[in-house]
């Protein structure tokens, strides 16, 4: 199956600092790209849909100036959580759809994760 | 509001033993299914997806979807300790960007 990279794949912070998450498909082009946050022993929850050159649609109740994509290359997308803070502290999942049409580019490849914890 | 269902379980299959996993969605316009594992810890991989109606094969899963009923489900055979896992099931509607996830089912496979 096609790849997607994380990086880093854990940080420890201090409270008040920002943190930038990257998402790299390595070997198709994404023109959609998810961010996820999942707690422990609960399910993924969908944040933000990034498209290629667009800005991200965020779901309720994610704050956008606190969470920030950037989607600037058909294979990069970002995320940066500014002036983080201990409820934040979770794991941060990105996801890739692969372009074009047909059945083939209907599947999302999830990144390793990055395990954020803010002290 | 799209709504996929799975019993959370746990649920615990002895070494060898056949485990289904189950799964209903709440539109019929969905259009794509997917099945992810995902081990404690580590992000979702995909394991299968399906598209139309009836069986898919790959190796020891067997992906079931029955569009009519608006359910999919998974069969592993031949369970192993290392199927212990959370499942989770996913759904895409025709032309629509995100899957809605389940809240997946733990699944304990005994040895």
């Known amino acids: 199956g096609a790849v997607v990279s994380q990086h880093p794949s854990r940080v420890i912070c201090k409270s008040g600092t920002s943190v930038k998450i990257e998402c790299r498909s390595l070997d198709f082009q994404a023109t959609t790209m998810f961010w996820y946050r999942q707690f422990p022993k609960q399910s993924l929850m969908l944040m933000a849909t990034s498209n290629e050159g667009s800005k991200a649609t965020y779901e309720q109740g994610v704050e956008k100036d606190k969470f920030l994509i950037n989607h600037a290359s058909l294979t990069l997308s970002t995320l940066t959580v500014t002036s983080a803070h201990p409820e934040d502290s979770s794991f941060y999942i990105c996801?890739?759809?692969?372009?074009?049409?047909?059945?083939?580019?209907?599947?999302?490849?999830f990144g390793p994760g990055t395990r954020l914890t803010v002290l | 509001q799209k709504e996929v269902e799975q019993n959370s379980g746990p649920l615990s299959v002895p070494e060898g033993a056949i485990a289904s996993l189950n799964c209903t969605y709440s539109?019929?316009?969905?259009?794509?299914f997917f099945w992810y594992r995902q081990y404690s810890g580590k992000s979702p991989e995909l394991i299968m997806s399906i598209y139309s109606n009836g069986d898919k094969e790959d190796g020891r899963f067997t992906a079931q979807l029955n569009k009519a009923s608006q359910y999919v489900s998974l069969l592993i055979r031949d369970s192993q300790p290392s199927d212990s896992a959370t499942y989770l099931c996913a759904v895409r509607e025709t032309g629509a960007n995100n899957l809605f996830f389940g809240t997946g089912t733990r699944l304990t496979v005994i040895p």
């Open positions: 539109d019929r316009v969905s259009q794509s």
């Open positions: 996801s890739a759809r692969a372009s074009g049409r047909g059945q083939g580019t209907d599947t999302q490849y």
